[in-house]
């Protein structure tokens, strides 16, 4: 019975069940976990879970629900706190939100005092987590990306300046207490008051104003039963002030033991450290705040004047139509005011605030921060602008298309966010040492002074000595701090270069890839296709229609062809010049130079087969978004060619397209397109075909009523910097493969060209996904691929990184695990440079992390007293400790100075 009150019954949401099996599946799955009863619904899509919470964590039944092929339905959001100081803060945050039903993960940053939380929101809300935080003795300011910046920066402003005052405060009474120690006795007996008293009366307001932070932290840790750096340094300060009390009154102590200016001087470090750390911090984070004060606040609205209260504007213009500006009212209005289809006029010097159109006028606009990019874009009619990009020199008037969350200046910085929140793989082993550290703190301080005092035979003085140094010297903050600062400020100068790198795993990951795969189309190409050739397929009758109609023009053409009859008529009617033979030479010399009437109905034949060519498969292309489908269907456009109804339109994908044009069936496709529908291809066909493959070009079969009517070639231009990205790739040791659904011929031409070792052609969209997985079983490779339109989003999600070109879909840049946001494909090996640049920082960082505590924690102990009789006072102990964090976050802001080598015209060879 008790048994039954302890377990938890929660209701999990599932994405990707669409039968009763899948339903039985995943029950199946939870139920193997033990003491886990589960019943899944499929109407729901919810599994119903009773779980032990002693035997089971709710991770696990995410585990097993992933391990059958299934995904968690999860919220995600990212919550501010304060007054985190040090690693163990962070694992208690984290293990204290985990413990909250309906919470699957949690990634607390110390150096952002972020936590991003995934959840439930179903069975959780941010307000239970918030009272959560405050009740482990942390404070909770609110939803991140509802806090308000210029309220965040001057809470940051206020707590510096609380902290140098207490500093400055600090080494002042520090100084005069240590001048007292100085000072000879006689003149403490002129005014009546001895030293001792002197010192206590000095040090007692200045150290209660100084050590008040700290102390008050320590005390509130122990309330919530959590054990970190705030409670040793609580006793380090406590055992030095309460010793320097007891010795003044000699109560149990004597006057040697005199610690006032010490239990001054140690919170004034330790102050002075987290000053100096603070403001570290705010550096790595920069690149964020950057891009946050992009956004402007306010912007100015054009509204007709007619239309004042009413439409605000929206009178549906036109592209041809420009927008006079005597027609229109300007209004300023906050950026969370504008709607879509808002016109804002943007003036030289301003952020331009929401992505759009420019409707009219022209401008220079940079957006170094958006693409990377240094130079200045020129920007007119139907050009599209971008959220936080500044306008330099002209005016421009904008229709917004995105506003607040969904521009690309938005998206960017929520991808940043989450991703400097994330936390490396190499961190795991930092959490697993803090987690034992202060304990083991602890037991080395009583040893050290259980050693010196009972068993060395040492003073007290001393022994309390070693005690103070070690529960001050040791930092943990260091190692909590080497991970997420480096991550943070790579990140985040990553993303000015135009990478946005998703999270730590996939930092750690794109170091170590050893095969690159890409994409062709839109990829290593340009991703427009031009047509190139329009070839028309005669069928066999088509010489007998050819003549029958030159036959049928030659009876028409009476005005110009009937050459008897025009001599005749000019011999009889032309009385004044009646010489035959040279009316015959002059019809006949006309006839030659105006009437070649076979050549010009074979040039008008084929003018006319080509344009319904060009009609017939523009018609069907219409339906699509393929790059091809729109360089066909531009085209048309130029040609002013009017497109049929598609009917039963079928996408058939990695083959072509299929529909019906006036009551007939059209395909436009490849070989294999043809063979499922069973469409004889002649060997003229296919010579022809095989003719424009073998020269590189991407061939199409345009096939009318069963007949084949010709054959449509495109050619697509190879980026610039395609061939430089794979001679980098080589260089670094990494493999490359080019995967495409053209025909291998097409594919290896490109291929050749731009250098890549690999080609595979004719790669079905849903084959993509099982090439990558291929790759990654044949040895322990990790597999890269770069992609840009949605056939390419389960093998980016299937890779162990994704890279996904900005330039590209939507749904390609969700997949990715990187984002390049120009499509530049050089950044392709930005983003690799970068991950061996912050995991060698990292590593690093963690080194000296552990080699500070490994020396520095031993000579505290009083271990090289014996030999050279040198012991670690207390007051420097903390200095020490001040220093240590601050080096570690130097060392990873160094980062934000770092320029990877394809950026400076270098090639990273790896040997």
Not at 427 to 436: E, F, L, T
Not at 483 to 497: D, K, L, N
Not at 655 to 667: F, P, Q, Y
């Amino acid at each position: 019975m008790n048994n039954k009150k302890e377990k938890k019954k929660i209701e999990i949401p599932i994405e990707g069940m669409n039968c009763a099996s899948c339903a039985l599946n995943v029950e199946n799955s939870i139920n193997k976990l033990e003491g886990v009863q589960s019943q899944v619904d499929i109407n729901t899509n919810k599994a119903r879970v009773e779980y032990d919470p002693q035997s089971v964590a709710i991770w696990d039944i995410e585990k097993s629900i992933e391990n059958a092929g299934y995904k968690v339905k999860k919220s995600e959001i990212s919550l501010q706190i304060a007054g985190m100081h040090c690693a163990n803060c962070v694992t208690n945050i984290e293990e204290k939100l985990k413990s909250l039903d309906g919470v699957y993960s949690v990634n607390v940053n110390l150096n952002s005092q972020k936590a991003l939380v995934y959840y439930d929101k179903n069975q959780i809300n941010s307000e239970d987590m918030g009272k959560a935080i405050i009740n482990q003795g942390f404070d909770y300011l609110g939803v991140a990306n509802q806090v308000d910046p210029d309220a965040d920066d001057k809470l940051y402003e206020k707590d510096l300046k609380d902290k140098k005052n207490r500093i400055i405060v600090g080494f002042i009474f520090s100084g005069i207490l240590m001048g007292l120690m100085f000072t000879p006795h006689m003149a403490f007996h002129n005014i009546g008051i001895s030293m001792l008293m002197s010192s206590l009366l000095i040090a007692i307001i200045p150290f209660i104003y100084v050590s008040y932070p700290i102390i008050k932290a320590g005390f509130n840790s122990l309330a919530h039963k959590n054990l970190d750096m705030d409670v040793m340094y609580t006793m380090g300060i406590l055992v030095a002030f309460i010793s320097s009390l007891l010795g003044t009154f000699n109560i149990i102590l004597d006057s040697s033991f005199m610690f006032y200016e010490t239990a001054i001087m140690l919170p004034s470090f330790l102050m002075l450290g987290r000053y100096l750390e603070s403001k570290a911090k705010r550096k790595t984070s920069s690149s964020i705040k950057q891009l946050i004060h992009l956004q402007p606040k306010t912007a100015t609205l054009l509204i007709k004047k007619e239309n004042f209260n009413e439409n605000r504007g929206k009178e549906n213009l036109t592209e041809e139509k420009a927008i006079d500006s005597n027609e229109y009212e300007e209004k300023e209005i906050l950026i969370e005011d504008i709607a879509i289809d808002d016109i804002i006029l943007v003036k030289p010097g301003d952020k331009v605030p929401i992505d759009g159109l420019v409707l009219d006028g022209e401008s220079y606009v940079e957006e170094s921060m958006i693409t990377g990019e240094p130079i200045a874009k020129l920007k007119s009619k139907n050009d599209k602008v971008f959220a936080g990009t500044i306008n330099q020199d002209g005016i421009l008037k904008i229709k917004a298309t995105h506003i607040g969350k969904d521009t690309v200046l938005s998206q960017i910085i929520d991808l940043v966010e989450k991703a400097q929140t994330s936390k490396a793989p190499v961190q795991k082993i930092a959490d697993k040492v803090v987690k034992y550290f202060i304990p083991t703190i602890l037991l080395i301080a009583i040893v050290s002074f259980i050693v010196w005092y009972l068993i060395l035979g040492s003073t007290l003085l001393f022994a309390l000595t070693t005690l103070i140094s070690v529960l001050v010297v040791a930092c943990p903050c260091a190692l909590g701090l080497a991970t997420p600062t480096a991550v943070t400020v790579g990140i985040g100068r990553a993303a000015e270069y135009g990478i946005l790198i998703k999270n730590g795993s996939t930092l750690e990951n794109a170091g170590n890839v050893s095969i690159a795969i890409f994409d062709k189309t839109g990829t290593i190409t340009e991703g427009n296709p031009e047509i190139s050739d329009v070839f028309i397929l005669n069928n066999d009758n088509n010489d007998k229609n050819y003549l029958n109609e030159n036959i049928e023009n030659f009876k028409n053409n009476n005005e110009n062809n009937d050459f008897e009859n025009k001599n005749k008529n000019d011999l009889k009617n032309n009385k004044e010049n009646n010489d035959f033979e040279k009316n015959i030479e002059n019809n006949l010399k006309n006839n030659n130079e105006n009437n070649d009437f076979e050549k010009n109905i074979e040039n008008n034949l084929q003018n006319n087969n080509e344009s319904e060519l060009i009609q017939l498969i523009a018609s069907l292309e219409n339906n699509s978004t393929h790059p091809i489908a729109k360089a066909i269907t531009k085209k048309a456009k130029e040609m002013n060619l009017k497109l049929d109804k598609v009917d039963e339109f079928e996408n058939i994908r990695g083959k072509g397209l299929k529909g019906k044009i006036k009551g007939k069936t059209a395909l436009a496709g490849n070989k294999s397109l043809l063979k499922d529908e069973n469409i004889a291809i002649s060997e003229k066909s296919m010579e022809k075909y095989d003719e424009f493959v073998n020269e590189g070009k991407t061939a199409i079969f345009l096939v009318y009523n069963d007949s084949i009517k010709g054959i449509i070639t495109l050619t697509d231009k190879i980026k610039d910097n395609s061939k430089k990205t794979i001679e980098n790739l080589h260089s670094m040791k990494i493999a490359t493969f080019m995967i495409s659904g053209d025909n291998g011929k097409t594919a290896i031409g490109v291929a050749n060209e731009v250098g890549i070792e690999n080609v595979l052609g004719d790669v079905l969209p849903n084959e993509k996904l099982e090439k990558v997985r291929e790759l990654q079983k044949s040895g322990e490779n990790k597999v890269l691929f770069v992609g840009d339109g949605i056939n390419d989003a389960p093998a980016i999600s299937g890779a162990d990184v994704g890279v996904a070109l900005g330039s590209g879909t939507d749904i390609a840049m969700e997949s990715g695990d990187i984002v390049l946001i120009k499509g530049d494909l050089e950044n392709v090996v930005g983003s690799i440079e970068f991950s061996k640049k912050v995991m060698t920082r990292i590593k690093e960082n963690i080194f000296w992390a552990f080699a500070y505590n490994i020396i520095l924690i031993p000579i505290a102990a009083g271990l090289l007293y014996p030999l050279f009789g040198i012991i670690f006072r207390p007051e420097f102990a903390g200095l020490a400790m001040a220093l240590s964090s601050v080096t570690v976050i130097s060392l990873s802001l160094m980062l934000k100075r770092y320029v990877p080598p394809i950026k400076r015209g270098l090639k990273e060879v790896t040997t």
